[in-house]
Each structure stands twice: as structure tokens, then as C-alpha cells.
């Protein structure tokens, strides 16, 4: 896409979308901050990597139709906590996305940045007040996101929250169109954000959302994941078949009714979470009207474990039923402050953009 012998902003995608800088990477695609020629505003491009004939062609058409429907889910959402695409199309063979530029950082970003001390207590409720308005949005949509994580919800410079990447989101009304892109060799979703009945296999709804975004908020108020366990198939079982610490023995400061709502959404059985996002967003909306305004402790340190928690691992017995088949060799999972390997140089809001898929063994 570059003219012979220079690659220095000159790569334009239809004569229009002039690539400037990568600003992005993951394990499949790359988003580049880019200009577009025809109204004069800068825009975000997602591309989706060639993947070389060593890869398995079904891998790679899923991964395409993977894309094309991440393309069709968000363009069809207009809610403020949820990234505008405005294009998409293929060039040179090269499938693209064109989304709205995202100024500020996604919670990865925040939680690095905020490693030696905890985010504002203020901070985390509104953020979590606002994924529960764009969660019940989509989910009043039909779409299930199945993906969400830190590194897929982005805050912005003036606070505001969006989530991105739709790429294994699935509708309600073509659910068999969404299973031939799941059951191709491709694990869904990212270890330590996954719903147990999502590592079951079993039938997933908008509640599994809900558990995902407990874990979100678990690590924002804790700075640690609710199993945060380097081996993924440990992780796997943690979702489980074990509860997790109440994120107080953690951060004692966190009101109550923040731990309680986290708690709820970690539920191991569906039915025991709140009912769906609105009911979630009365829950948070209620809580922190009830508290009044609070002005958050935050401390210098590190934020570590309560002294005396006891964490106990322990494989699943025989007698417990066993994880899928896609687990099987699963050793490292990625947890929002351990991505290293696909980190944005600079760090930039679209590293979440990015997206990342998981081959089964």
C-alpha cells in the first residue's frame, strides 16, 4: 500500500484512508491511526494481518468472517459507550475496519498506570455505571459481546467509557451462523475473563456478559483479576469451581455495596447474577445515591492481599466434570497487566481495538 522506496505516511486504502502510524498490534490484526482524505478527520483503521500460507485456509476464512461480522455488530450499535465504525471494505486483499479515533486509554492502560496505587473508588463506580448502560444496549440489540475485558473497554480523556471489539460477539437470531465461527479449532474469549458457562460450552446469554464485566470490575477495584493465576488452565477452573475473595479482604476502604454488586455478577450459576444490565445499572445507580458523594482513599503502596487470606489451589478431582477439549495445553492466560507481548509503543487507546484470538491445540 505504499509508494516504491518510501513508507513514510503515504499509505493510502481506496485513495482515501491515509494510514499515518501503527498504533496497535494483536495476535490478528494491527490498528493504525489514520486520516481520511475525503471529510479531513483522523480515524482509527483496523486491518486484519495476512496470515501466510502456513496457516490452515478454514482458520483463516473464519478469522474473516470473524471480522466482516465485528464490522456488521457495531456498525448497526449507536450508543456513546460503544466505538462508532463508520467503514469497512477490502483492499489489496486486506480486510479493514474504519472506527472512530479513541483518545484516552483502555483499563489495562489504567491498571498499569495505576500499579502502585488502587483507582478512585468515584472512578470505578461511574465507569461501571456507564458499561452497564452500553451492556444493556447491546444486549436489548440481541448481541451477546463474549469478549469483555479491560483491554476491550476504553476511557476516554473527558471520562467517558466505550467498549470495543465485536469480533466474537454473537446475535441472538443466527446463532447457528455464530457456532460455524466458533467451532473451528478457536477458543472464544480470554481465560481470566470467561464465564463458567462459557468454559462448560454450555449455552451462553447476556448474564455471561455480566460475569465477564465482574471480573473487569473486580481488577479495577483490586488491581488484581479475581483468579489472578498465571497457568490458564488453572484460571479456568478458578471460574469454576471456586469462589472468589470478596475484593474487600484486598481493598478494605471499598464501600460495601461495590463489593456486593461485584460478588453478584461473579455468580457461578447465571440465575444467581442480577437479571441484565438494567437491572445492574438501578443496583449501582441506587448504591452510590444511597452513599452520597465519597471521596476515595488512595494509597501509596501497591495494593496487596489482605494478611490473612488464604488462598488455596487445587486441581479438579475426578469426580468434577471436566473442562473442554479446547483447554487442553492451555499454560499462560493473559490477564489485563500481563499483555505485554501485545502492548501499543506508544500506549494508545486502540490496543484493545486490536483484538486476539486463541488457536486450540
Not at 502456513?54 to 478469522?63: A, C, E, G, K, N
Not at 481493598?251 to 444490565?277: M, N, Q, S
Not at 445507580?285 to 471521596?295: D, L, M, P, Q
Amino acid at each position: 500500500m505504499a509508494e516504491s522506496g518510501d513508507t513514510r505516511d503515504v499509505r493510502l486504502i481506496h485513495g482515501r484512508y491515509r494510514l499515518l502510524d501503527l498504533i496497535g498490534r494483536g495476535g490478528m490484526g494491527e490498528v493504525w491511526r489514520a486520516r481520511d482524505e475525503s471529510l479531513g478527520r483522523h480515524v482509527a483503521v483496523k486491518c486484519l494481518k495476512p496470515l501466510g500460507p502456513q496457516r490452515d485456509q478454514s482458520f483463516t476464512r473464519v478469522l474473516r468472517e470473524r471480522f466482516r461480522r465485528e464490522a456488521r455488530v457495531a456498525a448497526a450499535l449507536q450508543h456513546r459507550g460503544i466505538t462508532v465504525v463508520h467503514d469497512f471494505g477490502e483492499y489489496e486483499g486486506i480486510l479493514y475496519l474504519v472506527m472512530e479515533l479513541l483518545e484516552g486509554k483502555n483499563f489495562s492502560q489504567l491498571l498499569e498506570d495505576n500499579r502502585h496505587h488502587p483507582l478512585a473508588v468515584d472512578d470505578i463506580v461511574d465507569m461501571a455505571e456507564q458499561i452497564a448502560s452500553a451492556l444493556a444496549y447491546t444486549h436489548e440489540q440481541g448481541i451477546v459481546h463474549r469478549d469483555l475485558k479491560p483491554a476491550n473497554i476504553v476511557r476516554l480523556a473527558d471520562g467517558t467509557a466505550k467498549i470495543c471489539d465485536f469480533g466474537i460477539a454473537r446475535l441472538g437470531h443466527d446463532i447457528g451462523f455464530t457456532a460455524r465461527l466458533t467451532g473451528t479449532g478457536i477458543a472464544m474469549g480470554t481465560p481470566h475473563y470467561m464465564s463458567p458457562e462459557q468454559i462448560g460450552g454450555a449455552h451462553v446469554d447476556q448474564r455471561s456478559d455480566l460475569y465477564s464485566l465482574g471480573c473487569v470490575l473486580y481488577e479495577i477495584a483490586t488491581g488484581a483479576p479475581p483468579f489472578d493465576l498465571d497457568d490458564a488452565w488453572a484460571v479456568l477452573v478458578g471460574h469454576r469451581d471456586t469462589p472468589p475473595e470478596p475484593p474487600r479482604s484486598h481493598r478494605p476502604e471499598l464501600p460495601a455495596y461495590v463489593e456486593r454488586i461485584i460478588l453478584d455478577l461473579l455468580a457461578k450459576e447465571p440465575d444467581r447474577r442480577p437479571r441484565d444490565a438494567r437491572e445492574l445499572g438501578r443496583r449501582i445507580t441506587a448504591g452510590r445515591s444511597a452513599r452520597g458523594a465519597y471521596v476515595p482513599t488512595v494509597r501509596a503502596h501497591q495494593v496487596t492481599p489482605h494478611p490473612g487470606t488464604e488462598v488455596v489451589a487445587e486441581g479438579p478431582s475426578s469426580r468434577e466434570p471436566r473442562l473442554p477439549s479446547w483447554t487442553r495445553g492451555m499454560t499462560t492466560g493473559h490477564k489485563a497487566a500481563g499483555d505485554a507481548g501485545l502492548r501499543a509503543t506508544p500506549p494508545d487507546a486502540a490496543f484493545g481495538l486490536a483484538g486476539e484470538w486463541i488457536p486450540r491445540p
